[in-house]
Each structure stands twice: as structure tokens, then as C-alpha cells.
């Protein structure tokens, strides 16, 4: 998880001086690590390979995060669920339709990411849990609990479906939370505890999450 996020970090920084070092792990045997260096590499070419015309027509990202992939140019959901589902494209090209439907934002929009839940790129399913987690729908509760129940799942993939169910902060989350935050994989339980403080300030009055702000004036 540590080296995915680095390389997601070095791509999201976006400097042509990484590539060398991105292209090396690409072909790292821990396939998260080579899928999600592959994708640096992919941004980074698309960073400075994009023109004016296709920048200008991508739709605003209401989140303000620095994604692995930009959003698609298409806005058809249906066209962009067959893209996000079908594992023979590029894994760029589906993390485009994934952005894409993110920025959508309407429920069939977020069913449609639902559904990538269950592909079979552990990194393309904890993206999709990432991403649902920044829409904060109710929509995608059921399939996010069934990933986090799965004991078979992948840590990193149960860590981002607890994190999203701490951010959706409703009722039926906080049963699955409390239940996994005892869970024998530490990174599953410690996402557990952590969302279970999301939820809380979710449900709070407090305007800083875990009162840093408040406690900084208080003193």
C-alpha cells in the first residue's frame, strides 16, 4: 500500500523527471505497484502531451483532488459504465470513464461505479471504493459493506471500502464499521476505527475533522 501510494504521488506531481523511475516499476512483480506506476507514466505523457481544446472540455472535478487519470471527454454514462467494466481496455482509459462518472455525481452515475466493486484489479476495485467515498451516496452502501465483509478481498481494497462507509456515515455503516474494526487484518481495522471517527464528525456540529481546529483555539 505504502509503494502504491508513492507511486500515485509521484505521478500526481506529474514531473517528466520520475518517468525513468516509474517506468522501472512498472513491471514490478506486486502487481498494484506496476498497474499504478503504469498509470503515473500514462498522466504524466497525457500532461504533457495535452492540447488546449482537450483540457477545455473535460468536465470540473467538485472535489478538487489530484486524480490518477483525468476525467474521459465522454459523458454517456452508458458508454462510460462499458468502459469502466470491460477489463480488455487500457486500465488509463477506465480510470477516465471512472473520473468521468465521479464528476457526474447523479445515482446512476454512482451504480454504475458500484459495479466496478467486483473487477478484478484489486488497485482499479480500492479506487473504485476511494472514489465512491468522495461522492458520499447512500447508493453505494450495499456493495461497499459486501467488499469490507469479503475476508478474502484484498486489505487495500477492504481498507478504502471502510474509509467511504466512514465518509457515507449512515446508520447501516456504522454496524459495519463497528464490527471490522475488530477485524485480524490491521490495515482493515485500523480504516475501521479511523472511519468510525469520520463518522462521528460526519454527525457532529464540528466544522474541523478530529477537532484540530477547535482544540488549537481552546488553547
Known amino acids: 500500500m ?3 501510494e508513492a507511486g500515485e504521488a509521484l505521478g500526481a506531481i506529474g514531473s517528466a523527471e520520475v518517468l525513468d523511475v516509474l517506468r ?3 513491471d514490478d512483480p506486486q502487481i498494484e505497484v506496476a498497474e499504478t506506476c503504469q498509470l503515473a507514466v500514462q498522466r504524466i505523457e497525457w500532461l504533457r502531451a495535452k492540447s488546449s481544446k482537450e483540457n477545455g472540455q473535460l468536465s470540473s472535478n467538485p472535489y ?17 459504465q462499458n468502459t469502466l467494466l470491460d477489463e480488455s481496455c487500457e486500465l488509463f482509459d477506465r480510470y477516465r470513464a471512472m473520473f468521468s462518472l465521479r464528476n457526474k455525481g447523479d445515482t446512476e452515475s454512482v451504480q454504475a461505479l458500484a459495479k466496478g466493486l467486483k473487477c478484478s484489479s484489486a488497485l482499479f476495485r480500492h479506487e473504485i471504493a476511494y472514489v465512491l467515498g468522495q461522492m458520499q451516496h447512500e447508493a453505494a452502501i450495499p456493495q461497499l459493506i459486501e467488499n469490507l465483509e469479503d475476508l478474502n478481498e484484498n486489505p487495500m481494497v477492504r481498507h478504502e471500502c471502510a474509509e ?3 465518509s ?10 463497528e464490527k471490522y474494526s ?7 481495522k485500523e480504516s475501521c476505527v479511523v472511519a468510525l471517527d469520520m463518522y462521528d464528525h460526519e454527525h457532529s456540529s464540528e466544522f474541523q475533522y478530529a477537532d484540530s481546529l477547535v482544540k488549537i483555539s481552546e488553547q
Open 168 to 177: 457515507i456515515a449512515k446508520d447501516q455503516c456504522l454496524t459495519a464499521l
Open 24 to 26: 522501472e516499476f512498472a
Open 2 to 4: 505504502v509503494r502504491h
Open 64 to 80: 478538487k483532488s489530484v486524480d490518477p487519470a483525468p476525467p474521459s471527454l465522454t459523458l454517456d454514462t452508458n458508454t462510460l
Open 164 to 166: 467511504a462507509l466512514g
Open 182 to 188: 475488530k477485524d485480524q487484518e490491521r490495515v482493515v
